[in-house]
């Protein structure tokens, strides 16, 4: 006779059957965030052999202190003015040997887009959200010059064809044109934007 009562048994055999398919769930459901950051090039790591020579006129220097003011070669500015004045200066075409620029050929600002270097210096206690405002109005600056130039070469943005060409749907075969074209736009105003060591307040 069978014997009644008693807790019945539970069955924990398909328990890991469970599990596993759980954690292939979350695996495939979630998503990993990644930090975006600043796309910058940095200096090697052995000095260069010779002395490169810049002259001073071919430097824009910005300085960013405590409070969040600007200075723009040694003038007080606006954060809405700092784009077209670092424009200015990038396509300023002051020895007059650019033959796509359409600056003022001012003979004391950047002799031509390749040898004008934007120089940006922030004090120890700058916040990090107005650092990060004025690293935006830089890169636009050259964003800005170069959708100028993509539109007139190729009718089209300069933003959207590199975003085309580091999309990675994109066809091979297109991938490579674009390429060429995004190039050749970087190389008419080429981004040199160096970021000098950071000061402290006294």
């Not at 190729?154 to 959207?160: A, L």
């Amino acid at each position: 006779m069978a014997r009644r009562g008693g807790a019945p048994e539970v069955s924990a055999g398909s328990m890991a059957d469970i599990a596993f398919l759980l954690l292939i769930f979350f695996l495939v459901t979630t998503t990993i965030e990644t930090d975006a950051g600043l796309d910058r090039m940095l200096p090697p790591i052995e000095p260069p052999d010779t002395d490169v020579v810049i002259k001073e006129k071919n430097i824009f220097q910005v300085n960013i202190n405590k409070s969040g003011q600007l200075l723009a070669d040694d003038n007080l500015i606006d954060l809405k003015d700092l784009r077209a004045k670092a424009m200015d200066f990038l396509d300023n075409n002051g020895d007059k040997s650019c033959a796509y620029c359409k600056g003022k050929s001012n003979p004391d600002s950047s002799d031509n887009p390749d040898k004008a270097i934007i120089s940006l210096k922030n004090d120890r206690e700058t916040k990090y959200s107005t650092y990060i405002t004025v690293q935006n109005e830089l890169v636009g600056a050259y964003n800005d010059l170069r959708n100028r130039e993509s539109m007139r070469l190729f009718k089209r943005p300069f933003v959207q064809l590199e975003a085309d060409y580091l999309n990675p749907e994109t066809d091979s075969d297109v991938k490579d044109e674009l390429k060429e074209k995004v190039q050749r736009i970087q190389k008419l105003f080429p981004q040199k934007l160096s970021e000098a060591e950071t000061s402290s307040s006294n």
